[in-house]
């Protein structure tokens, strides 16, 4: 069992950077690919970014164009998202994941979500 809890979302404008952060609970998260997704209201659940257990392979969605990083602490249970200049079609709820698979994972289908946060730009 994982529980992810992440943070970091706010209010920003275009051109600006926010740094999300997901911590989890469960002695399994070492064993587990972590990944973003985002969402905006009656929108699917895009994909966003994923990385292996080790942090040795990192994944993207095209639309980061280079500006997205994503990283973990194996020890701190903690995987993190950096985003720099940020664009108004940002703007969505990021869910943190977890899965056994990087492949379930990158297709949507991981064993756990989090809450979510939200993460706003203005044009």
């Known amino acids: 069992q994982v529980q992810l809890v992440e943070s970091g979302g706010g209010l920003v404008q275009a051109g600006e950077s926010l740094r999300l952060s997901c911590v989890a609970s469960?002695?399994?998260?070492?064993?587990?690919?972590m990944g973003w997704f985002r969402q905006t209201p009656g929108k699917q659940r895009d994909f966003v970014a994923a990385i292996t257990p080790s942090g040795g392979g990192r994944y993207y969605a095209n639309s980061t164009k280079g500006r997205f990083t994503i990283s973990r602490e194996n020890v701190r249970k903690t995987v993190s998202l950096q985003m720099n200049d940020l664009k108004p079609d940002d703007t969505a709820v990021y869910y943190c994941?977890?899965?056994?698979?990087?492949?379930?994972?990158?297709?949507?289908?991981?064993?756990?979500w989090g809450q979510g946060t939200q993460v706003t730009v203005s044009a």
């Open positions: 469960g002695r399994t998260f070492g064993n587990d690919a």
């Open positions: 994941a977890a899965g056994g698979s990087i492949g379930r994972l990158s297709d949507g289908l991981p064993d756990y």
